[in-house]
Structures are given as structure tokens and as C-alpha cells.
């Protein structure tokens, strides 16, 4: 006999030797063969908790009123349909043959993998199932994609197809969880602080309205910050890199580059921004406070977050509503100019009926028009002040008021209207407008 001729004899008698184990006779003349039947039979609705042993590491996941949580080996919010793949999977596992683990012709339990097994997976039922428990340990893998297994609660050892060994392996339990940074956020939040290289933007409820409380006290564009909560909302990290790391400044996490504070609806949380991940990329480390898992984010995802903080300033010159005002005092260099509204018409305390489209031009100005740009200043431009504006209500008392200022006209400079509404934020209105203060635009002698 050639000695290919021989190889081949004995790799076919290897190749039956190994069938032997995975492919068993007719059960009708094997008396150490039991039925088989799912390895797991609780209906995944009535699943209450999942343990997990896998590489040596101890995982749980419990059902909460909210969704899906790890709880070991510390807390996250899970993605419920990335985690219930695991149940699902054992729970449709094709049964090939179940074998009595008494069975004198079963291989040891060491060398099918199953002392100590590969993972083992407990699922335990909630109050409807009595919290019925049902685990399963996987063995190794052999051939044509079947797996072996043994039952938890009678011992029984089962040939399966080894989907659930495939994902347990293709798919390591961090990948399960939700990776939004917030994912709670909505438009209801009450408080927003954001920190980037030691300067806080702090935003505060107040009411139905926003304000910013630092770094200077205004006006905030509720309409922005509705649609920054809904962004944060939204965001999600790329991918998990490492669980409880020894040290997280190795990431530039502490202390880190930047900070998203987020309160509201009885949830606070806060998102830790660190150093770029390395070469050419623009991401980033990550970490949600008090969660010991180190994230990567987007450089797309960063920009969200930490965008230009000029955006949550209001653009709108005041905060006062037409209809709401019935007087409007103008003082300027020249003079002072009290403007009363009678009915549809509007007059001057001592000249008679004034222009009413000069004065709804300026209301326009001051109350509707949207600045195309906002400036902070530390020492308040006074040379540049063309007049003050006080808005007075039907019983006489102040509304608001409202500085206004000009920049040269052109050439020197483009001759462009500012507002300031005494908090340090110049409101630099579109290019073109003209607003009427001096007596000569409504019509008045000078």
C-alpha cells in the first residue's frame, strides 16, 4: 500500500472516531440518550436577570422599569435588542442530540470543554415564571458548526449548533450597551454647564425661558439651546476601548479637556472629553463620569457638543413683546423724546401725533430683528452710544431698556446699529438698518 493510500485510511478513521461524538446512533437502541428539547425554555418577555461567565470574567444584566442595565461588573444603560440577541440565541439553539451525563461512553467533561466550561449563561424569569432559573454552560466547538453543552438544572449534555458560542465570541458583552452619552436628555432639562480649557458656559431654566449664568449673565436663545439639548441627546460614542482602566489621565481625563453637565427630569450626568486618540485621527477619549469605561467620540460628535457657546446668546435686542408696550422714552444727546401710543396712532408728550411708521420701524429694530452677530465687551463702548431707549408699559412702569449704539459709517467703518441690553453682550444688527431716534425722524422739529 502507497503511503498516500495509508494517510487516507487513517484520516477516515480519525473522521469516524470524531462523528462518534457529535452524531449518535438511533435513540431507540441507545438507552443513555434523552429527549431533546430547547436548553432553555422561559419566554424572553418573562426574563428578568442574565449572568453571564465569559473569559473569566462575571457579567449581569437586569430588567429595571426603564430598560435594560449592567449591573456587574459596574452599572450601564444596555441596548436592549444588542443584549437580548444572547437569549435569543439559546433559546433557538438546534438541538442535535441529548446525552445522559451518566453515559459510560460520554467523554470526560475536561475534554469536551465543559470542566470548566467556555461561558455559562443564567437566565432567570421574573415573578410570572416564580423566577425560575435556567443555565446553560458552553464546551468547546467541533465539527460542522455544532458545539457541545450541558443543562444546569438536570446535567444533561447536549450537541447543539453553536450559534451561541459563535456570538459569545464574535461579540464581547461591552458591545451590548447603549453608547448615547445622554441618552435620557430632552428638551424638559434644567440645567446645562459645559467647560473647555477652564471657561464654564452655564445655562439655567428659568421658567419657560433660558438664561445663561456664566460667564456673563443674559439672555439666552431658547430655540438654540432646545436644539443643542436635542443634539446631546442624540450623541453617541464610537466604540468602547477599555474597562476600568488604572489610570485614566493617560486619556487626558484628568483632569480633562472639557466637561458636559447635563440636569434634568431627575437624572444628572456628566461626559468627560479628553485628549485625540492618536495619528491622523480627530477623535477622542471619553468617559462618562463615574462610569469606569474609557469611550471613543467623533471629532463630528465633539463639535456638537462644544460648539461656539455665542450661539445660546439671544439675538434679539429684548426680551419685551409689542403689544405690551404703550410708551417709549428716547433719551439722546440732544434730547428726550417720551412716544405714546393712542390708539392706533402714536404721539409726543408736548409736539402732537408723531410718524407711526418711524415708530414702528424702531420697535422693529429693537423688538423683531434678529442681530447678525453678538460681541462680548469688557469696557462698554460709550463713544459709540447714539441713544437710550426705555420701553414703558400701559401703567407707566419700565419694561425694558435698551442702549443703541453705531459704528462709524462708512468709510472708516460700515456705520452698522448695535443693541445693548446692560449685560456686557453688544447685539450687532444686519448691515443697512437706519433707526430713528432723533425727533427729526418722527417727524418732529428738532
Same mark, same amino acid.
Given at each position: ?15 469516524? *472516531?470524531?462523528? %462518534?461524538?457529535? !452524531? ?15 436548553? @432553555? ?79 455559562? $449563561? ?13 443555565? !446553560? ?6 465539527? /460542522? ?11 444533561? !449534555? ?36 459645559? &467647560? ?25 436663545? %431658547?430655540?438654540? !439651546? ?8 442624540? $450623541?453617541?460614542?464610537? %466604540? ?17 479637556? /472639557? ?5 434634568? +427630569? ?7 472629553? +479628553? ?34 457657546? &455665542? %450661539? ?5 435686542? &429684548? ?7 404703550? /410708551? ?26 408723531? /410718524?407711526?411708521?418711524? $415708530? ?8 423683531? @430683528?434678529?442681530?447678525?452677530? *453678538?460681541?462680548?465687551?469688557? @469696557? ?16 407707566? +412702569? ?44 418722527? +417727524?418732529?422739529?428738532?
Amino acid at each position: 500500500m502507497r503511503w498516500t493510500s495509508t494517510v487516507v485510511v487513517w484520516a477516515l478513521a480519525i473522521a469516524s *472516531v470524531l462523528a %462518534a461524538w457529535w !452524531v449518535w446512533p438511533d435513540g431507540s437502541q441507545r438507552s443513555d440518550r434523552v429527549e431533546p428539547d430547547a436548553p @432553555t425554555a422561559l419566554s424572553m418577555d418573562s426574563i428578568a436577570r442574565i449572568d453571564l461567565d465569559h473569559n473569566g470574567q462575571q457579567w449581569s444584566f437586569v430588567h429595571e422599569p426603564d430598560g435594560w442595565w449592567q449591573t456587574l461588573p459596574f452599572r450601564h444603560r444596555m441596548n436592549t435588542d444588542l443584549l437580548m440577541a444572547i437569549p435569543l440565541a439559546a433559546q433557538s439553539l438546534t438541538v442535535r442530540d441529548a446525552i445522559d451525563p451518566q453515559s459510560p461512553d460520554l467523554p470526560s467533561a475536561a475534554s469536551l470543554g465543559l470542566d470548566p466550561p467556555v461561558a455559562s $449563561v443564567r437566565l432567570t424569569g421574573d415573578a410570572s415564571t416564580d423566577h425560575a432559573i435556567r443555565e !446553560v454552560h458552553l464546551g468547546r466547538w467541533g465539527m /460542522a458548526g455544532r458545539a457541545w453543552m450541558s443543562r444546569g438544572d438536570d446535567g444533561s !449534555v447536549l450537541v447543539v449548533d453553536g450559534t451561541l458560542h459563535e456570538l459569545l465570541a464574535s461579540e464581547p458583552p461591552e458591545t451590548w450597551r447603549d453608547l448615547r452619552l445622554f441618552p435620557w436628555v430632552s428638551v424638559d432639562a434644567d440645567r446645562l454647564e459645559r &467647560t473647555v480649557s477652564g471657561e464654564t458656559l452655564s445655562l439655567a431654566r428659568d421658567g419657560r425661558r433660558w438664561r445663561i449664568l456664566s460667564p456673563l449673565p443674559t439672555r439666552a436663545d %431658547a430655540q438654540a !439651546v432646545m436644539q443643542h439639548l436635542s443634539e446631546i441627546a442624540s $450623541v453617541t460614542a464610537e %466604540a468602547v476601548l477599555l474597562d476600568q482602566p488604572s489610570d485614566i489621565s493617560a486619556f487626558g481625563l484628568a483632569p480633562p479637556v /472639557a466637561r458636559v453637565h447635563v440636569v434634568g +427630569g431627575g437624572y444628572e450626568s456628566t461626559l468627560l472629553v +479628553g485628549e485625540r486618540v492618536g495619528g491622523a485621527s480627530q477623535d477622542r477619549y471619553a468617559m462618562i463620569e463615574g462610569v469606569p469605561s474609557i469611550l471613543r467620540i467623533s471629532a463630528k460628535n465633539v463639535g456638537r457638543l462644544l460648539g461656539d457657546p &455665542t %450661539a445660546f446668546v439671544d439675538h434679539m435686542g &429684548t426680551d419685551v413683546a409689542q403689544p405690551d408696550v404703550a /410708551a417709549i422714552r428716547i433719551r439722546t444727546m440732544g434730547r428726550d423724546l417720551l412716544l405714546e401710543r393712542s390708539l392706533d396712532q402714536w404721539r409726543e408728550q408736548e409736539g402732537g401725533e408723531v /410718524a407711526s411708521s418711524a $415708530v414702528e420701524r424702531l420697535l422693529t429694530g429693537l423688538l423683531a @430683528t434678529r442681530a447678525v452677530e *453678538v460681541a462680548l465687551h469688557e @469696557t462698554y463702548p460709550q463713544e459709540l452710544e447714539i441713544a437710550v431707549v426705555t420701553l414703558i408699559d400701559a401703567d407707566g +412702569g419700565p419694561l425694558d431698556t435698551v442702549r443703541l449704539l453705531r459704528e462709524p459709517l462708512p468709510p472708516e467703518a460700515l456705520g452698522r446699529w448695535a443693541l445693548e441690553n446692560g449685560d456686557r453682550v453688544l447685539r450687532i444688527l444686519p448691515e443697512g438698518l437706519d433707526l430713528p431716534v432723533q425727533p427729526v425722524d418722527f +417727524g418732529l422739529t428738532p
